[in-house]
């Protein structure tokens, strides 16, 4: 055998004896891991990804055959791609819910942001409390909390006292209140690097909706 050959031998046979330990040290991990339960998800930070994220779930329920149902708090009448798709063709596996009139600087209506979050939790809570339900997502309730059109206790006490145990729901929004995060189970901060809006390049479709 040659001396390249032998080299490369003994980096795979090592290689194989690393994978091998880390593997049994991840099996022992994984026998404790037993639990289920239905998770409280928080998306927030300042970079891009938060929604994205939260429509990725929501189509890996749809795939596994799980009821789930959206409420966008924010975005109101713009035209998403995630909502075209999910009401054109998955109708009947996710309920689509808009209560936002729009980002609050546009309607420059407080009472009418207020209200259009209210009744955005209002359907929130009749999605999270459906035994068909599997999974709702809360797209940009952040925004409505870090506004006060919804109050952070009352939102808090229903997801902790009130949801259903195997019901998962995710928040998503930039600047998450500490109440929330400390609620959650699983909470991602998306970091900002860099982002074209930067540089004078407008949302675009595929990308940003």
């Known amino acids: 055998m040659s001396d390249n050959a032998?080299?490369?031998a003994d980096i795979s046979a090592r290689h194989n004896e690393k994978m091998k330990r880390i593997k049994a040290a991840r099996d022992e991990i994984m026998k404790t891991k037993t639990e289920e339960?239905?998770?409280i998800i928080v998306h927030t930070g300042p970079g891009k990804g938060k929604s994205s994220s939260g429509f990725g779930m929501i189509l890996r329920c749809i795939a596994w055959g799980m009821p789930c149902a959206v409420?966008?708090?924010?975005?109101?009448n713009w035209?998403?791609?995630?909502?075209?798709?999910?009401r054109a063709r998955f109708a009947e596996e996710?309920?689509?819910?808009?209560?936002g009139e729009g980002f609050?600087?546009?309607?420059q209506d407080r009472e009418r942001d207020v209200a259009a979050a209210q009744n955005?939790?209002?359907?929130a809570k009749e999605q999270i409390l459906d035994p068909d339900i599997r999974f709702v997502l809360l797209d940009e309730i952040n925004i409505a909390l870090r506004y006060d059109y919804l109050d952070i206790d009352e939102v808090v006490d229903f997801l902790l006292t009130r949801k259903p145990p195997m019901t998962h729901v995710c928040l998503t929004g930039r600047n998450a209140k500490p109440e929330l995060i400390e609620a959650a189970d699983l909470v991602t901060e998306m970091t900002l690097t860099k982002h074209p809006f930067r540089d004078g390049v407008k949302a675009q479709k595929g990308v940003e909706f």
């Open 6 to 8: 032998s080299d490369n």
């Open 37 to 39: 339960k239905g998770l």
């Open 71 to 76: 409420v966008q708090f924010i975005k109101g």
């Open 79 to 86: 035209e998403t791609g995630e909502k075209t798709l999910l």
């Open 94 to 99: 996710c309920r689509f819910f808009v209560s």
């Open 104 to 107: 609050t600087w546009e309607t």
């Open 120 to 123: 955005g939790w209002r359907i």
